[in-house]
């Protein structure tokens, strides 16, 4: 997903993304969570043409979904998810 991010329109990303990577953040293995701030953090970081990386909705999005993350048992996904909310 981080890969394809670098290359998808925010369209793509918002339609199939963002809903897979809401369903990943509750997912019971730490790794997959870890990921999902990974990803999410590679998303709001990627470069575009002088465009906005992602639009607003996109952005309060991912954000709710590391707000979630912030409080997680796992150090690591602790961690990515904070990185991720500081971009």
């Known amino acids: 997903?981080?890969?394809?991010?670098?290359?998808?329109?925010?369209?793509?990303?918002k339609r199939v993304f963002v809903?897979?990577?809401?369903?990943?953040s509750k997912d019971k293995v730490p790794n997959i969570r870890m990921n999902v701030a990974k990803t999410?953090?590679?998303?709001?970081?990627r470069k575009t043409d002088g465009a906005s990386p992602?639009?607003?909705q996109i952005e309060q999005d991912l954000l709710s979904i590391l707000n979630d993350l912030k409080s997680d048992e796992d150090d690591d996904v602790k961690y990515y998810t904070k990185k991720a909310?500081?971009?």
């Open 40 to 45: 999410i953090h590679v998303i709001r970081t």
């Open 54 to 56: 992602v639009d607003g």
């Open 1 to 13: 997903m981080s890969e394809l991010s670098q290359v998808l329109l925010p369209d793509a990303i």
């Open 19 to 24: 809903p897979a990577l809401q369903q990943m």
């Open 85 to 87: 909310i500081a971009k």
